[in-house]
C-alpha cells in the first residue's frame, strides 16, 4: 500500500472540500474560545493549496507535499499557518524524492511532522491544540502494519473529541483557562478533516 | 453586519490600496506583498523597525509608518498573523544593512510567523532582532500575557532609537526596557464582527461588560454589570499598578477600542490622572485616542509605561507618521 | 445604553477636564466656562481664531485647538450650541487685539448664539468677523446647509492665515474662499445615543442606511438597503461633484462618524480617490480618519476643497494641536 | 388685574415643573424632527432659572424677567436658548422698572417679545417654529382686555398643536421637509408649558 502524487493531490482536493463545507462551523468553534477566523484561514489555505496542486505536475511526493507545505504557510496565516506548514514540510523532507509515499515513509513524516509541530508551537499534547490530534495519528501509524481507511478516520474523530474535556494552555483559548473545557479545540476539528480526507483517499483504494 | 465594505474577502487588499491612495509621499506599498514601507525605506546604514499582525486594529500597525517610527508594517487577514514569506518581504524592505528590529505582539500566530521570517531573514544574511510585547495583565503568567496598545509606545521607543544612529542592540535594550516597564488592562462593551466571518465572536448583554478583554474578544478576567467610567477607571488602573511599581514618571495611554467616543476616553483620563496624582506618579504624558483597536468594538485599554531619561527622549523624540506625531 | 461614563449629565464637563489633563502643557481652560484655549492664547497682535459647537464631535472641536489652528473652542452640551455668554469667553480668550475670527458651523442654534456673542464682543471693542460653514450638500437649499467635516479645513486655512499674521479681513478672505470652493456629503448606518436622553435618536432598519444624513442624525435624503463600499463611496461622491466642479486641484476628507473603522474609511477612499482620477481632478493631499463625529453613529462622510495656490500653502502650513498635525 | 415679582417667580417655577415633568417627552419630539435634545435643554434652562429666582429678592418686574432672561439664554442653549432668552430680555425691557406687570404692560412686552423672537430666528409665522405658539399668544392678548386663565391655556394648546400639520421651514426640523409634518414642534410644546404655568399662576389670582 502507498500513495502516488496522484493520491496526495487528491488527499489535498478532499482536505479542501471538507475545509470549504465546515469553513462555518470551524469558524464557530474558534469563536467560542478564539478569535473566530479559523475556518476562513483553512478554507483559504487550503483552497490555494489545492488550487496551486491541480496548476503544476510533480516528479515526486517530495515536490508536491513541499508546494503545499509553502501554499499553507503562506496562505493560512495565524497560529495554525505555521504550524499546518511545518507538518507538510516535514513529511516533505522526510519523503527525500520518494516518487511514491510507502508506508514505512509515510509513517515517518507523520512522526517528523509531529515533531516539528510541537517544536514550532512549543506544545505537546493535553494541551488542547492540534497536537492532539497529530500525535494519536502519528501513535496509530506507528502500532499499525499498513494503512486502515476506517482506523484512521475513527481515531483522528476521537482524538478530536477528546479534546473538548481539556483545558486549553497554549494559544488563543488558553486565555479562557476554564472555560475552554467543553469546546472542541478548532485546529483539531480542522486537523481531523486532514486525516478524514487521507483515510477516504486511502479508502478509496483498498 | 452593517459594514462599508465590498467584498468581505477582500477588505484587507482594498484597505491598503486605499492607504496608499492616502499617503503616497510618505508610504509605499512593496508590491505583490500586504507590506507598506516608509517611501523611502530602506535607510542605508539605520537599523529597520518593522512590526505587523493581524488587519482590524488600525491604525496599526502601518499608520505607525513614517521617520522616527517603523520602516515597514506587514497586515495579515483581519485577526490573522501574517505569514512568514510576508513578514519576510517587510524584513527586507527595512532592511539598509544595520539589521532588522521586529516589533512583534505576544500571540502564537504573530511570535510563530515571525520567528520563521527571522529564521529565513537569517539565513539571507540579515541580521535580526526582535521584542514580543506582552503588556496585557488581564493574563497572570507574564510568558502568555498579550500585547495589546502598549506596542505603540514600543513602536515609538525602537524607532527613535534607530532613528537617532542606534544599533540592533541598542534598539533592542530600549525596546525591552519600554516592554519590561509597561502594563495594559483593557475592558469591552460590545463585541465585535469580522468581516468574513459575519457574526459576532462573542457576546454581551444589554448591561454587561467584561474586563481584562483581549483585542479580538479572547477572554477576559470578569464579566459583570456595566458601572460608572469612574469605576471602571479605577479598576482597569488598579489592576496596572498591582502588577507594577510604577513609583517616578509614566506615560499614559488611553486607548479606545474603535466605537468608544473620544468623549468617554477623555472621561476615563480624567479619573485616571487623579488616581496616579493620589499615589504620587507624576504623568509625563498622556495619549488618549484610538491607536490599537479592534474593529469596532466598544471599549478601552489603560497603559502606564514607566519612564527613565533615556525612555522620556525617545518619546519626545520626533516622529511624523499618518497616526503618530511628535 | 453602553457608555463609558458617570453622570450623563456631566459628560461635557469631564470630559473637559479629562482633556486638559492630557494636554496641559498644549492647552489650558478659562476657569468657569467650557471654553478650551492654547496655552499661550491670547496672542499679542494675531487674529484670534476660534470655533465651536454642541458636544459629541470629538475631536471637534477643542482638538484643533493649537499652534496653526484655533486659539480657542468653546463647548455646548451634547448636540447644543453653546451659549452666547460661554462663546464671548471663547472670544475674550483669543483676542490679542487684531480681532477675532469666528468659525460656525450652519445650525441655527450655532448662528443665533454665535451672533450674539459677537455683538457682545462689538459692544465691548473687539473686532469680530465670522464665516458660516454650509458644506453638507444634502441639503438643497445653500443658505440651510449645515456645517459637517469641511468645518476642519476651515479651522486650519483661517488658523493657518493667520498664523501667517493675516489681518482680520484676510482670514476672512481666506475662509469664505474655503466655505465656496468646499463641499461634503455624509451617510450613517446605525445612530447614536445622547447620553442625557438615553435612547437613540432615530432608528435603522438592519440592512438599512440613510445617505445624506446631518452629524446630530437630521434627516438625510434617502433611506435605503445597505450597499457595498464603492456603491456609497460613488454616491456619495457624486453628489459632491454635481454640486461644484472641482476640476484642477483639491484636497479630500474621508471622515468617519464615530464607530466605523478606519480600514472601511480606508476602503471608501480607495474608489473615491479612483473615481476622481477617472474626473481628471488631481488631488493634493487626502485626510481619512475621525475629525468630526457624531458621537458613536456609524457612517462615514466625503469632503472635497477645490485648491488654489494660496489654499494649499494654508493647508500645508505648519500646525500642532491634539487632533491635527501638518 | 397684575403681576406682581413673586407671581413671576411662581410663573417660571410653576413652568420649570412641568419641564422637568416632560422633560423626556419633549426629547421625544425633538428625536423625532431634531436632534434630541430639547427636553434636555429646557429642562436644565428652567432648573437654573427657579433656582436663581428663588436665591434672590427683586424689586421690580423688569429685574426679575432680566434674571429670568439672563439665565436661560446661557443655560438653554441651542437654538432656543438665544429665542427664550431673548422674549423674556424683551418683557423685561418692556416692563422698564415697573413694580408690577399690569395687563398693558405685559400685553406690550409680550408683543416686543414675539418681535424679538422673530427678528432673532429669522422666522415668522407658519414655519413651525415656537413662534407659531407665541405670536398666537401675543394675538390673544392684544385681542382680550383683561388676563383669562381658560384661554390662555387653550389658545396655547391650540397653537402648539397646530404646527403639527405644518412643514417645517426653519431650525433642524427644516431639513425633514415633509417628514416633519404630523409632528408637534418641540419648541411649541415647551412654549405651550410657559403659557400654561402662565395661565395658572393667573387663574390663582382670580
Ligand atoms: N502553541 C501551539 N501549538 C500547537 N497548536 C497551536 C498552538 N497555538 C494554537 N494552536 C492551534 O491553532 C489553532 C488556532 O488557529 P487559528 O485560529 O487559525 O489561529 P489564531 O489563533 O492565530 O487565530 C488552535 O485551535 C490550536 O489547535
Ligand atoms: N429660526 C428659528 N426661529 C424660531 N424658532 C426656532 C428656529 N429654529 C429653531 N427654533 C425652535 O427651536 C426648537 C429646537 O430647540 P432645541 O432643540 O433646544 O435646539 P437645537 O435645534 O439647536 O437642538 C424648535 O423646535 C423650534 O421651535
Ligand atoms: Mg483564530
Ligand atoms: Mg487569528
Ligand atoms: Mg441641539
Ligand atoms: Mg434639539
Given at each position: 500500500?502507498?500513495?502516488?502524487?496522484?493520491?496526495?493531490?487528491?488527499?489535498?482536493?478532499?482536505?479542501?472540500?471538507?475545509?470549504?463545507?465546515?469553513?462555518?462551523?470551524?469558524?464557530?468553534?474558534?469563536?467560542?474560545?478564539?478569535?473566530?477566523?479559523?475556518?476562513?484561514?483553512?478554507?483559504?489555505?487550503?483552497?490555494?493549496?489545492?488550487?496551486?496542486?491541480?496548476?503544476?505536475?510533480?516528479?515526486?511526493?517530495?515536490?508536491?507535499?513541499?508546494?503545499?507545505?509553502?501554499?499553507?504557510?503562506?496562505?493560512?496565516?495565524?497560529?495554525?499557518?505555521?504550524?499546518?506548514?511545518?507538518?507538510?514540510?516535514?513529511?516533505?523532507?522526510?519523503?527525500?524524492?520518494?516518487?511514491?509515499?510507502?508506508?514505512?515513509?509515510?509513517?515517518?513524516?507523520?512522526?517528523?511532522?509531529?515533531?516539528?509541530?510541537?517544536?514550532?508551537?512549543?506544545?505537546?499534547?493535553?494541551?488542547?491544540?492540534?497536537?492532539?490530534?497529530?500525535?494519536?495519528?502519528?501513535?496509530?501509524?506507528?502500532?499499525?502494519?499498513?494503512?486502515?481507511?476506517?482506523?484512521?478516520?475513527?481515531?483522528?474523530?476521537?482524538?478530536?473529541?477528546?479534546?473538548?474535556?481539556?483545558?486549553?494552555?497554549?494559544?488563543?483559548?488558553?486565555?479562557?483557562?476554564?472555560?475552554?473545557?467543553?469546546?472542541?479545540?478548532?485546529?483539531?476539528?480542522?486537523?481531523?478533516?486532514?486525516?478524514?480526507?487521507?483515510?477516504?483517499?486511502?479508502?478509496?483504494?483498498? | 453586519?452593517?459594514?462599508?465594505?465590498?467584498?468581505?474577502?477582500?477588505?484587507?487588499?482594498?484597505?491598503?490600496?486605499?492607504?496608499?491612495?492616502?499617503?503616497?509621499?510618505?508610504?509605499?506599498?512593496?508590491?505583490?506583498?500586504?507590506?507598506?514601507?516608509?517611501?523611502?525605506?530602506?535607510?542605508?546604514?539605520?537599523?529597520?523597525?518593522?512590526?505587523?499582525?493581524?488587519?482590524?486594529?488600525?491604525?496599526?500597525?502601518?499608520?505607525?509608518?513614517?521617520?522616527?517610527?517603523?520602516?515597514?508594517?506587514?497586515?495579515?487577514?483581519?485577526?490573522?498573523?501574517?505569514?512568514?514569506?510576508?513578514?519576510?518581504?517587510?524584513?527586507?524592505?527595512?532592511?539598509?544593512?544595520?539589521?532588522?528590529?521586529?516589533?512583534?505582539?505576544?500571540?502564537?500566530?504573530?511570535?510563530?510567523?515571525?520567528?520563521?521570517?527571522?529564521?529565513?531573514?537569517?539565513?539571507?544574511?540579515?541580521?535580526?532582532?526582535?521584542?514580543?510585547?506582552?503588556?496585557?495583565?488581564?493574563?497572570?503568567?507574564?510568558?502568555?500575557?498579550?500585547?495589546?496598545?502598549?506596542?505603540?509606545?514600543?513602536?515609538?521607543?525602537?524607532?527613535?532609537?534607530?532613528?537617532?544612529?542606534?544599533?540592533?542592540?541598542?534598539?533592542?535594550?530600549?525596546?525591552?526596557?519600554?516592554?519590561?516597564?509597561?502594563?495594559?488592562?483593557?475592558?469591552?462593551?460590545?463585541?465585535?464582527?469580522?468581516?468574513?466571518?459575519?457574526?459576532?465572536?462573542?457576546?454581551?448583554?444589554?448591561?454587561?461588560?467584561?474586563?481584562?478583554?483581549?483585542?479580538?474578544?479572547?477572554?477576559?478576567?470578569?464579566?459583570?454589570?456595566?458601572?460608572a467610567a469612574d469605576d471602571i477607571a479605577q479598576e482597569l488602573t488598579d489592576r496596572v499598578l498591582n502588577d507594577f511599581d510604577f513609583t517616578g514618571e509614566a506615560a499614559v495611554m488611553i486607548n479606545g477600542l474603535g466605537?468608544?467616543?473620544?468623549?468617554?476616553?477623555?472621561?476615563?483620563?480624567?479619573?485616571?490622572?487623579?488616581?496616579?496624582?493620589?499615589?504620587?506618579?507624576?504623568?509625563?504624558?498622556?495619549?488618549?485616542?484610538?491607536?490599537?483597536?479592534?474593529?469596532?468594538?466598544?471599549?478601552?485599554?489603560?497603559?502606564?509605561l514607566k519612564l527613565d531619561d533615556e525612555l522620556k527622549t525617545l518619546l519626545d523624540a520626533r516622529a511624523q507618521t499618518p497616526a503618530f506625531h511628535s
Open positions: 500500500m502507498e500513495l502516488t502524487v496522484q493520491d496526495i493531490v487528491t488527499w489535498i482536493e478532499k482536505a479542501n472540500e471538507k475545509m470549504q463545507a465546515n469553513k462555518e462551523y470551524l469558524t464557530t468553534l474558534d469563536q467560542e474560545i478564539g478569535d473566530g477566523d479559523h475556518g476562513i484561514n483553512m478554507a483559504r489555505g487550503f483552497q490555494e493549496a489545492a488550487a496551486k496542486l491541480a496548476d503544476n505536475d510533480y516528479p515526486d511526493a517530495e515536490a508536491v507535499l513541499k508546494d503545499t507545505a509553502m501554499t499553507l504557510m503562506s496562505k493560512i496565516g495565524g497560529a495554525s499557518g505555521p504550524l499546518f506548514g511545518t507538518a507538510f514540510l516535514k513529511m516533505s523532507v522526510a519523503s527525500k524524492e520518494a516518487e511514491t509515499l510507502d508506508y514505512e515513509t509515510f509513517k515517518h513524516g507523520l512522526k517528523e511532522a509531529v515533531e516539528g509541530i510541537k517544536q514550532r508551537g512549543k506544545a505537546t499534547e493535553g494541551e488542547k491544540t492540534l497536537v492532539d490530534v497529530w500525535a494519536k495519528m502519528a501513535d496509530l501509524f506507528n502500532k499499525e502494519t499498513d494503512f486502515s481507511a476506517d482506523k484512521i478516520a475513527d481515531e483522528a474523530n476521537d482524538a478530536m473529541e477528546q479534546t473538548k474535556d481539556m483545558m486549553a494552555t497554549k494559544g488563543r483559548a488558553s486565555y479562557f483557562k476554564e472555560r475552554s473545557i467543553g469546546h472542541i479545540d478548532p485546529g483539531s476539528a480542522s486537523s481531523q478533516y486532514i486525516f478524514t480526507a487521507l483515510a477516504e483517499v486511502i479508502g478509496g483504494k483498498l | 453586519m452593517k459594514k462599508i465594505i465590498n467584498d468581505p474577502n477582500e477588505v484587507v487588499h482594498d484597505m491598503t490600496e486605499g492607504m496608499i491612495a492616502a499617503h503616497s509621499d510618505e508610504l509605499k506599498q512593496i508590491s505583490g506583498t500586504t507590506v507598506i514601507a516608509k517611501v523611502n525605506a530602506p535607510i542605508s546604514g539605520k537599523v529597520g523597525v518593522i512590526s505587523g499582525g493581524g488587519s482590524g486594529h488600525e491604525p496599526a500597525h502601518a499608520g505607525y509608518v513614517g521617520n522616527g517610527m517603523l520602516d515597514a508594517a506587514v497586515a495579515g487577514e483581519v485577526f490573522t498573523s501574517p505569514a512568514p514569506d510576508q513578514v519576510l518581504e517587510a524584513i527586507k524592505a527595512a532592511d539598509g544593512g544595520a539589521g532588522v528590529f521586529l516589533v512583534i505582539k505576544n500571540y502564537t500566530g504573530d511570535v510563530l510567523n515571525f520567528e520563521m521570517a527571522a529564521e529565513l531573514a537569517e539565513a539571507e544574511g540579515i541580521k535580526v532582532e526582535k521584542v514580543v510585547v506582552n503588556d496585557d495583565v488581564a493574563v497572570d503568567d507574564p510568558s502568555s500575557r498579550r500585547g495589546i496598545a502598549g506596542t505603540i509606545f514600543v513602536h515609538k521607543v525602537a524607532g527613535a532609537k534607530a532613528e537617532q544612529g542606534g544599533s540592533l542592540e541598542e534598539v533592542k535594550a530600549a525596546a525591552d526596557k519600554a516592554v519590561n516597564n509597561m502594563r495594559s488592562m483593557g475592558m469591552a462593551m460590545t463585541p465585535c464582527i469580522v468581516p468574513a466571518a459575519g457574526s459576532p465572536s462573542f457576546q454581551l448583554g444589554e448591561n454587561e461588560m467584561e474586563i481584562g478583554i483581549g483585542i479580538h474578544g479572547e477572554s477576559g478576567i470578569e464579566r459583570k454589570e456595566i458601572t466605537s468608544t467616543p473620544e468623549m468617554e476616553l477623555y472621561i476615563v483620563n480624567k479619573k485616571v490622572q487623579s488616581i496616579l496624582a493620589e499615589k504620587g506618579i507624576t504623568v509625563y504624558k498622556t495619549f488618549v485616542g484610538e491607536y490599537l483597536t479592534s474593529l469596532e468594538m466598544t471599549g478601552c485599554s489603560v497603559t502606564l
